[in-house]
């Protein structure tokens, strides 16, 4: 057959999934998950742009309210004779199991496609390991592995093929984010070529079986002991002949496109003696680091595992080294109890009989949760088969200073492929940075004969977080799937980060700096820590600057400077020619923009020749080199031990982004994922353009300003005299409406502020004056300390007891228990979550649905969820997506249980007669108001105190108070929350959530109903409307909302 010519294009793994799946699918049952959504987001558009599939139809794709129910609908549609697909990660995939079993034992050729993510343990992580497939090993579906975006697109096709030819569903899975959002120049199915391939018999013999009133059976039938196991072996023919079906149908795809796909793929020295046996992306970087060390005079090899599931021993034996010597197996999961993790182990068995069963067989754990493995990793994979002590069970990536199992890699060598051009962009989340490398990918990897790979790390906050963008270009395929590590050009997008952040440790000697900065030569020279000044003097850095923001602010794009810097960027770095680069810019830009009017596409073509025209190198000050040392950076202290010793040792190391460098110990007192309340307090970000300012002449004292702040930065006090007298010297306050005695002060966390503006434009103001207007950061950063000191002083029971916390300005006196979240500028969602906390936040239970809101509520390091000065706060958990509100009821019923023992206790003492009459009295109170939460919160520290003196008594009374007072932080009445959006409660939870309505347990639920998934690109939920501003599942989305009843 000869090889085809294929069409190159630039997308990532998901999207090269997404278009090869299409060919093969009648039906598509999806429910959304990240980081697999955009998957199912492709096809979806496919079908409403009238693409055909193979079958010369529009694919009919159907959004479930789960996975379980997708997997459910993928089940009934296979059954029925409709090629059916789904696309799912994580507990998503979880879910399908059961229907997966059933698929398989039925001979059903599904095909699931998996960005392969890490499963929630101790704590949930939306980034990719091996966790998930692994839990499917034993379901009888095949499993095939892709290490990268082409192969997405190639071993795509052979998943639908060999599931068709094989009668057997197929879990096709490659690496979350790492391959599912890395950008890749590929070359790109035509749909033509995959209709010769297809076994058109197998098609209609799959059609022909279909369940059918016109020619019927009864299937899914109850066997007992007698004959299910037998019936059950009758498959193992059918799993006999699978693994030579897939091989047969890679053949297929290898004689269109010359390739050499197999089940398993050797790579490396002929004569090789230390070999890898690994599956996944980090195959890559393996086979960039065998590159290296053979160059070297190394002996090293890799074997790529392809087909995982059938299993088939000989296929890996064809393709080993006869001159191995040893071999070491990793596995990108974890199985903690496990004599080994999976692949280890069916890597002994298939060894165990064989030529190469004396030879010894390490065993290797890397990657979880996407962490990232660099070339110095896997050279001590090597290294460590090379010693005479090698360790036997071992993990890489990371420090374990706990149970000594890590390689050590002190190595900071450079294996990217000569004439690669690495890059590295630090940006603010929703500033644009992302978009704009992303354009650039495809202006590079579409126009030229370049190619060109993206890839994106980002913190947990929403927008206002930390974006690295690394991108790398050059001749040669580009294999490294780790970060940037030896960048040619980086450029910062925030001048806030120069002190947060080590930003140029990693540009090469000669290298090209880019910060978009107002700064000039003297006032680099302050801000900049001397760590990078020296640095840039040392290492002949050229440095440039352009003022972005201001650009933006003349151009009328605000914030939104992306176009300016990725101008920028083409014309330091030449990559493109730069009149080429500038007319390749326009047309993204007119492509990107052009349905939100000429002047939005005129504002970007500004953008363009002015981030070309304005950048302005920096002649370096000789001085620099003789830079000294900077401050070290202030501990945080305070009272609170655990929390200090949390923010000082993990928070402050994550945020400055040295996260991968903390060791195991510094896990051990979070091992089971508890952490202490508060810490958002101490991060100080910093990253808003303008903030708030009060101007006292013009305020009303509404607190409509603090009532609207998403993230409690701006806050009504009330002081005293004293107060005022003690005060930061420039504190403005004014009389207090209705308490004369008081003085009422407005104050702004300048450096928490994200400068969404919520507050300026609720203002109503006096006279058509606000009392609020945005101003730079920089003329509001003295503010801060009057907001921190503020902030310590008493809440005053004369303030409270006047303005109630019924009425909007009285809640505003409650101290916020949300404050500072990662949430987006304006959002909405925190807003009402605050509100609540200064209502019950002192008393709360809160179970938190998997989602946006358990993003900004919970994301480490940040504990937005806070406590009052008596330690008191919001209980906060997680437990999945689909149960939370069976998570909630749970939390009820053991308060219940818990509080009814401690009141019989209470009531013994009471009857004993042994109790004195205020004692008595104390506990008659606890008990009148035993199902009031926020009166039993009074009564009960009452009793406490009255228990007290009881148990000093060694009567029954005594005994009895000394068993309540154990579990005193039991006795009072809790309220109980739900919280979640309406995925969770209309959606995936909405069986739990009906359960427990009407179970009539005193509970709460707030839903928290923005109509899309925030969390997952925006897809439609069940009560998407018509008029929904969801930005994805444009044929799906057209539906009315669903009524509740």
């Excluded at 005479?388 to 890590?406: A, Q, R």
Aim: charged share 25%.
């Amino acid at each position: 057959m000869a090889k085809i010519n294929r069409q190159t294009k630039t997308m990532d793994g998901n999207n090269a999934v997404g278009h090869v799946s299409y060919a093969f699918t009648d039906v598509a049952a999806i429910y959304p998950i990240t980081p697999s959504s955009v998957m199912a987001d492709d096809v979806d558009k496919y079908a409403a742009a009238g693409r055909e599939n193979l079958f010369g139809q529009q694919v009919k794709v159907t959004e479930m309210q789960s996975e379980a129910g997708a997997a459910g609908a993928v089940h009934g549609s296979l059954m029925a004779g409709a090629l059916t697909t789904t696309f799912t990660a994580s507990q998503g995939l979880l879910l399908m199991i059961p229907n997966i079993y059933k698929m398989a034992g039925e001979f059903l050729p599904g095909v699931i496609h998996v960005s392969a993510r890490t499963l929630a343990s101790h704590a949930l992580s939306i980034f990719g390991d091996h966790q998930d497939i692994y839990a499917c090993r034993q379901t009888g579906s095949a499993m095939l592995c892709s290490n990268n975006p082409q192969e997405c697109m190639d071993l795509g096709a052979v998943a639908h093929l060999a599931a068709i030819e094989g009668k057997m569903p197929f879990i096709h899975f490659f690496d979350g984010f790492r391959t599912s959002h890395e950008l890749q120049k590929i070359n790109v199915w035509d749909y033509e070529d995959l209709r010769d391939i297809t076994n058109w018999d197998a098609v209609e013999e799959f059609r022909s079986n279909a369940l059918n009133p016109e020619h019927p059976s009864t299937r899914g039938t109850a066997q007992n002991d007698d004959i299910f196991f037998q019936a059950r072996e009758a498959s193992n023919t059918h799993y006999n002949k699978l693994a030579g079906v897939v091989k047969n149908c890679m053949d297929k795809v290898n004689g269109k496109l010359g390739t050499d796909y197999k089940p398993f793929n050797y790579y490396g020295a002929e004569d090789a003696e230390n070999v890898i046996i690994a599956m996944g992306s980090g195959c890559e970087t393996i086979e960039e680091v065998i590159d290296y060390l053979n160059a070297n005079g190394k002996k090293v090899g890799l074997i790529k595992v392809r087909l995982y599931r059938p299993f088939v021993a000989q296929y890996l034996l064809d393709v080993m080294p006869k001159t191995v010597k040893k071999v070491s197996v990793l596995d990108r999961t974890k199985e903690p109890g496990s004599i080994g993790e999976p692949l280890y182990l069916d890597i002994l068995a298939a060894l165990k009989d064989s030529d190469f069963s004396q030879i010894p067989v390490y065993s290797g754990r890397y990657g979880l949760s996407s962490k990232d493995t660099t070339p110095a990793d896997f050279i001590a994979v090597y290294k460590n088969m090379e010693s005479e002590t090698p360790k036997k069970l071992f993990t890489i990536g990371i420090v374990d200073d706990v149970t000594e199992l890590s390689l050590e890699s002190n190595e900071k060598i450079d294996t990217t492929p000569k004439g690669t051009t690495s890059c590295k962009f630090w940006g603010l989340g929703a500033d644009g940075t992302v978009g704009a490398n992303k354009n650039s990918i495809k202006i590079i990897g579409d126009n030229t004969d370049m190619y060109a790979q993206g890839y994106f790390a980002y913190d947990s906050k929403k927008s206002g977080g930390l974006t690295v963008s690394h991108l790398r270009f050059g001749k040669s395929p580009i294999k490294s799937t780790y970060y940037v590590n030896h960048a040619d050009f980086v450029a910062c997008h925030n001048p806030s980060y120069v002190d947060k952040y080590d930003i140029v440790k990693d540009l090469k000697k000669g290298g090209i700096f880019l910060l978009n900065c107002g700064w000039s030569v003297e006032e680099l020279s302050k801000h900049l820590p001397n760590k990078m000044k020296k640095y840039i003097a040392l290492n002949d850095i050229k440095f440039y600057t352009i003022d972005g923001i201001k650009i933006g602010k003349e151009i009328g794009l605000g914030g939104r400077i992306n176009t300016v810097l990725q101008s920028a960027f083409f014309k330091l770095t030449g990559i493109i020619e730069p009149e080429k680069a500038v007319k390749l810019m326009k047309e993204a830009a007119k492509k990107s923009y052009g349905r939100k009017g000429e002047k939005i596409v005129n504002m970007n073509y500004e953008a363009i020749d002015r981030g070309a025209q304005d950048v302005k190198k920096v002649e370096i000050p000789s001085e620099w080199k003789n830079a000294g040392e900077d401050e070290s950076k202030a501990q945080a202290s305070g009272d609170n031990k655990c929390l200090v010793d949390y923010v000082n040792n993990v928070l402050k190391p994550v945020n400055a982004y040295k996260g991968n460098d903390l060791p195991v110990s510094a896990f051990l007192n979070y091992a089971d994922g508890a952490v202490p309340n508060g810490s958002a307090a101490y991060e100080k970000r910093g990253i808003a353009v303008d903030v708030p300012e009060w101007k006292p002449e013009n305020c009303i004292q509404c607190n409509f300003c603090s009532f609207v702040c998403p993230h409690a930065v701006i806050r009504s006090f009330g002081i005293n005299d004293e107060e005022a007298q003690n005060a930061p010297a420039e504190l403005k306050y004014i009389n207090m409406t209705g308490l004369p005695e008081m003085k009422f002060a407005i104050a702004v966390s300048t450096l928490d502020c994200t400068g969404c503006g919520a507050c300026a434009m609720i203002c109503p103001g006096k006279k058509g004056e606000k009392a609020l207007v945005m101003s730079p950061i920089d003329t509001q950063m003295k503010k801060q300390v009057e907001f921190d000191y503020l902030r310590t002083l008493p809440i005053k029971e004369e303030v409270l007891n006047k303005f109630r916390d019924t009425t909007v300005k009285g809640s505003q006196f409650r101290q916020p228990l949300l404050e500072f979240s990662g949430a987006c500028g304006g959002c909405a969602e925190t807003t009402y979550a605050k509100l609540i906390t200064q209502l019950y936040g002192n008393r709360m239970y809160l179970a938190n649905a998997t989602g946006c809101s358990s993003i900004w509520g919970g994301s480490a390091p940040s504990t937005p969820y806070a406590a009052d000065e008596n330690g008191h706060g919001v209980a906060w958990a997680n437990s999945l997506f689909e149960d939370n509100a069976e998570f909630g009821l749970g939390m009820a019923l053991a308060q219940k249980a818990n509080r009814d023992r401690l009141k019989s206790y209470v009531e013994k003492i009471l009857d004993s007669g042994e109790a004195s009459e205020d004692t008595c009295e104390s506990i008659k109170n606890y008990l009148n108001t035993f199902n009031d939460s926020k009166l039993n919160k009074k009564a009960t520290e009452d009793m406490v105190k009255k228990l007290e003196k009881v148990a000093e008594c060694e009567c029954e009374g005594g005994e009895l108070a000394r068993k309540t007072l154990k579990n005193k932080d039991m006795l009072s009445k809790k309220s109980i929350w739900m919280m979640g959006g309406d995925g969770w409660s209309y959606d995936i939870g909405y069986g739990g959530l009906d359960h427990v309505l009407a179970s009539g347990e005193d509970v709460n639920v707030f839903v928290f109903d923005t109509e899309v998934y925030s969390n997952t690109c925006l897809l439609y939920t069940s009560p998407s409307p018509r008029d929904s501003c969801a930005s994805r599942m444009p044929s799906s989305a057209c539906k009315k909302k669903k009524k509740k009843k």
